[in-house]
């Protein structure tokens, strides 16, 4: 699967997610075999403006990871102000956010409520496309609410300034995370962009590596961006990688251990322990979800504060 000149050698991207998608979890993700993905959403403003937070956003796991980096922004002036930047970290492609549903970003204009000012996204593109000589993508949703569904316009507005790639999460602003992602529309964007090499990407309510293969067949996408799917569970990819030929696996309780440990690793390598224990509380209740142990192993990862806790919350899963 090619995007502009980038090729992937799966069609399944670990989606943006704020608070999640930091370089460890972006590189559990490759090595169960996401073909990318992409950082959480960097405000545009905090680059431009030096934020040492903002900044901390673009630590990659590695010097070769293929990059992609999730901008938002209400406007063209701070992406003027922060393309060098941003540059500097080498991304290989720029997806702008136009769905970010949470209050403090859509009061600046930002996220999705780009999508009541296209022709402030296409400002924002047309730029990027032509300064960063990039392949950029936009994230966006089906409109503002039920009474302002307008994905269709919005995207031949994006296609026209350049846009390579569209992901479309098949909901409504309104409806934040909640009902159910409307795939049919997904596919009539899909057939809206066939021959234009513009790809698709489809994202709402895949779960499961069944999903995964169910939204590409339904909707004709190009590619899936898995998002909550993939919390504790980057397995996900291999499972939707193999289905895709038809092949069944699953991870073992061992595979689930082992990542889980090697995931706390990598963030106590980036953070240092005590945050890492900290932030590894939300990935962690995934990991172990479902699983016999569970609950006993969750009451002691809600207060983990070292490594130890770890083990020993793993040690109760069977
Ligand atoms: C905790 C959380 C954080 C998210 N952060 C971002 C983000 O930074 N940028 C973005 O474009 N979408 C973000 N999303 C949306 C996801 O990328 C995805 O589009 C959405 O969750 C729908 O997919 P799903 O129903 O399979 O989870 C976030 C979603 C969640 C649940």
Redesign the pocket.
């Known amino acids: 699967m090619t995007i502009g000149p980038l090729s992937f050698n799966s069609t399944f991207f670990l989606?943006?997610?704020?608070?999640?998608t930091d370089a460890p979890f972006r590189q559990v993700a490759h090595e169960w075999g996401a073909a990318a993905a992409v950082s959480?959403?960097v405000s545009a403003e905090g680059l431009a403006r030096d934020s040492a937070n903002t900044e901390a956003l673009l630590k990659r796991y590695a010097e070769d990871e293929a990059l992609i980096v999730?901008l938002f922004a209400p406007d063209v002036d701070p992406v003027m102000r922060c393309l060098d930047k941003l540059m500097k970290h080498e991304p290989v492609m720029i997806d702008l956010?136009c769905?970010?549903p949470v209050p403090k970003v859509v009061k600046t204009g930002a996220g999705s409520a780009l999508m009541k000012t296209p022709e402030k996204m296409h400002e924002i593109v047309s730029f990027l496309v032509k300064e960063s000589g990039l392949p950029v993508s936009v994230?966006f949703r089906l409109g503002w609410d039920a009474s302002s569904i307008n994905f269709i316009s919005f995207a031949a507005c994006a296609a026209d300034a350049g846009a390579s790639m569209l992901t479309l999460?098949a909901?409504t602003r309104s409806q934040g995370?909640s009902g159910n992602?409307d795939w049919s529309q997904i596919k009539v964007l899909a057939d809206m962009m066939k021959g234009s090499g513009v790809r698709v990407f489809a994202?709402?309510?895949?779960?499961t590596a069944d999903d995964a293969i169910a939204v590409m067949r339904q909707t004709g996408c190009d590619g899936v961006?898995?998002?909550?799917?993939a919390m504790g569970n980057p397995f996900i990819f291999k499972e939707a990688g193999l289905l895709t030929n038809g092949a069944r696996w699953e991870p073992s309780l061992q595979d689930v251990k082992a990542t889980m440990s090697h995931h706390l690793d990598l963030m106590i390598d980036s953070f240092g322990e005590r945050i890492a224990c900290r932030e590894m509380r939300k990935h962690a209740v995934h990991y172990v979800k479902g699983r016999p142990g569970a609950v006993k192993a969750k009451g002691l990862i809600n207060n983990a504060a070292s490594r130890q806790d770890y083990e020993e919350a793993l040690s109760l899963l069977a």
Do not use: T
């Not at 994202?203 to 779960?207: I, L, M, P």
């Open positions: 989606a943006p997610l704020a608070g999640y959480e959403m999730q956010n769905g970010c994230k999460h909901r995370y992602a994202s709402g309510d895949v779960f961006m898995i998002a909550r799917g």
